[in-house]
């Protein structure tokens, strides 16, 4: 059994700054790639951004020179520091670990981000 819990989420105001922190944990073989995905109210869940083992990144246009992903191979940890947020930044935020030996992705509960104008 795996399990992906996410902290950090909260209520900002816009311009404002949080991090999210993120720790998978159980009976993982090879953690490949790890990232952070949220959805909105009536919208689908949508890539933010994602760190592979090697370090290599990817983010969405609506978030680069904003966001940052790093994570931590040793720990199967990433984070997710959020600067100069903007209202539309408020979604539930949930992490995703995806095992490269048995092909599997595992995601946390969520959690909620809301950015106040």
């Known amino acids: 059994q795996v399990q992906v819990v996410e902290s950090g989420g909260g209520l900002v105001q816009a311009g404002g700054s949080l991090r999210l922190s993120c720790a998978a944990s159980?009976?993982?073989?090879?953690?490949?790639?790890m990232g952070w995905y949220r959805q909105a109210p009536g919208k689908q869940r949508e890539l933010v951004a994602a760190?592979?083992?090697?370090?290599?990144?990817n983010y969405a246009d609506s978030v680069k020179g904003r966001f940052t992903i790093s994570g931590d191979n040793t720990k199967n940890t990433v984070s997710l520091q959020m600067n100069s947020l903007k209202p539309e930044d408020t979604a539930v935020y949930y992490c995703?670990?995806?095992?490269?030996?048995?092909?599997?992705?595992?995601w946390g509960q969520g959690t909620q981000v809301t950015v106040s104008s």
């Open positions: 995703y670990a995806y095992d490269s030996i048995t092909g599997r992705g595992y």
């Open positions: 159980g009976s993982m073989f090879s953690i490949f790639r």
């Open positions: 760190i592979t083992r090697g370090g290599n990144t």
